[in-house]
């Protein structure tokens, strides 16, 4: 009998080649039960991809050594910077340039990954209660 | 007279404070004209954010000094690995480790967005007619 399939160039893979599994934002971020706190899904060298839930604003702060990247996967953000703001839709990206002063405002409920050294403090060099620990995996 | 508008903690940003552009990874791609061509749309420090139109199947390589990560923004990705295959669809990660070897193969085309080194080649040690220049940007 006739098969109603679009052709396909590449064959599907056997259930049983199937070794790893991939990191779905999604599935992670459902995880996540607490706002402004970042969580480890992925290493890449001395490098980490963090998943963070955030609403409401957060505080001023710089990052002396590093610049620091943040895609938005849902909602939107606004990074204020001294000299001018950048907004975020989902499927959007910015690099906060090092030593660069910023503070992040969530509008509504964003689901942010940022991507950054191992061992990034997220409040950088202004520190206080809003500090999150580092390297709680997911 | 009261206001209909829904109430929020943030005051919207005056666009005169818009100071910046966010890279948006959808418009990006549209300017994208050629498959297997990575183009560079964002740095921070000494790594890259690389967006890829791909389609088929890529060559088996490996990156002996780095690892990489494979962001699938569109369509379906299977990346090939000796020990077993991973799939990812779109909001998906995986990082090859380093000297891991690895194909590529996007089941119908594929959005991509790779995070590495700067200077980290496409078809890693293999070399060949598949390789492509570095730092173009879009």
Request: contains cysteine; proline residues 7%.
């Amino acid at each position: 009998m006739p098969s109603t399939a679009t052709p396909t160039t590449l064959a599907p893979t056997p259930s049983a080649r199937i070794g790893h599994a991939p990191i779905n934002f999604a599935h992670k971020f459902s995880q996540i039960d607490a706002l402004w706190q970042p969580r480890v899904v992925a290493e890449m060298n001395d490098y980490q991809f963090k998943l963070a839930r955030i609403e409401g604003e957060f505080i001023w702060h710089r990052h002396a050594d590093t610049d620091e990247a943040f895609i938005v996967v849902q909602g939107r953000l606004r990074i204020e910077l001294r000299d001018g703001d950048v907004e975020l839709n989902a499927g959007e990206m910015f690099v906060v340039p090092r030593d660069t002063e910023h503070r992040p405002c969530a509008l509504g409920e964003v689901w942010l990954m940022l991507v950054e050294p191992r061992g990034v403090v997220n409040t950088g060099d202004s520190g206080g209660e809003r500090t999150a620990p580092n390297d709680r995996w997911l």
